[in-house]
């Protein structure tokens, strides 16, 4: 059984650009939550998803960023017009539909590398 | 506001010995806590956890403690390995939210052989 798999795992931009960050869930998840990371910090919560729904975006910066989950294909996590504070390492985790009553425990991706130039 | 915190950024032990890393938290809505472990360039691995009903914890080699009046939980690991060495993250999180996990900074373990 697959883990969580997040591609690229390395992605350079040059300011002003757009960035694409992907995240397929392991199998029979469906739910994601996207994590920051940046320099020298614990990972701090931007958005959970579920399928082609949007639940919880509040640790998702105003502008720029945008995330969705369709119902086939994976999780992206875009980042519009990159700048270099963007620079940071974003991990993308899965979890399973559970009871409310025991914890849905998160699964973590590799992480994508983000550079901005 | 940081809700989670790790106030010892790094930590070094002596193979064999005892590791306590440790961590408090702020928000008394949560009600369960994670500790994951972090090699560089790879993702955040599920080590233990510990649910506010109890106090205690035990895996193996990992127990976590849980003291909720002085909301603080701590990381023991015995004997410590060489392989052990890592970033350590405590995280929490409420049943009443969305699941999201609240990190903090991490604790860099260092375990010489």
């Known amino acids: 059984n697959a883990g969580v798999m997040q591609n690229p795992r390395h992605l350079v931009r040059r300011r002003g650009q757009e960035a694409r960050l992907r995240c397929s869930p392991m199998?029979?998840?469906?739910?994601v939550y996207w994590y920051r990371q940046l320099p020298e910090e614990g990972l701090k919560f931007m958005v959970y998803?579920?399928?082609?729904?949007?639940?919880?975006e509040s640790g998702m910066p105003k502008e720029r960023f945008s995330a969705e989950f369709p119902k086939e294909g994976p999780s992206i996590l875009r980042i519009q017009q990159v700048v270099r504070g963007d620079s940071a390492a974003y991990f993308c985790?899965?979890?399973?539909?559970?009871?409310?009553?025991?914890?849905?425990?998160?699964?973590f991706g590799p992480g994508t590398r983000l550079t901005v130039l | 506001d940081q809700q989670v915190k790790q106030n010892s950024p790094s930590l070094s032990v002596q193979e064999g010995r005892i590791s306590i890393l440790n961590c408090d938290y702020t928000?008394?809505?949560?009600?369960?806590f994670l500790w994951y472990k972090k090699y560089p360039a790879e993702g955040p691995t599920f080590l233990i956890s510990?649910?506010?009903?109890?106090d205690k914890n035990e895996d193996g080699r990992f127990t976590v403690f849980l003291n909720k009046s002085a909301k603080h939980l701590s990381l023991h690991i015995v004997p410590s390995q060489p392989g052990d060495s890592a970033v350590y993250f405590c995280a929490a999180s409420g049943v009443s939210n969305t699941g999201k996990l609240i990190f903090g900074q991490g604790t860099t373990l260092q375990v010489k052989p």
């Open positions: 199998k029979g998840h469906s739910h």
């Open positions: 998803l579920q399928k082609e729904n949007i639940i919880d």
């Open positions: 928000n008394s809505m949560f009600d369960y």
């Open positions: 985790a899965s979890s399973s539909q559970r009871a409310r009553e025991t914890y849905n425990e998160q699964f």
């Open positions: 510990i649910s506010s009903i109890k």
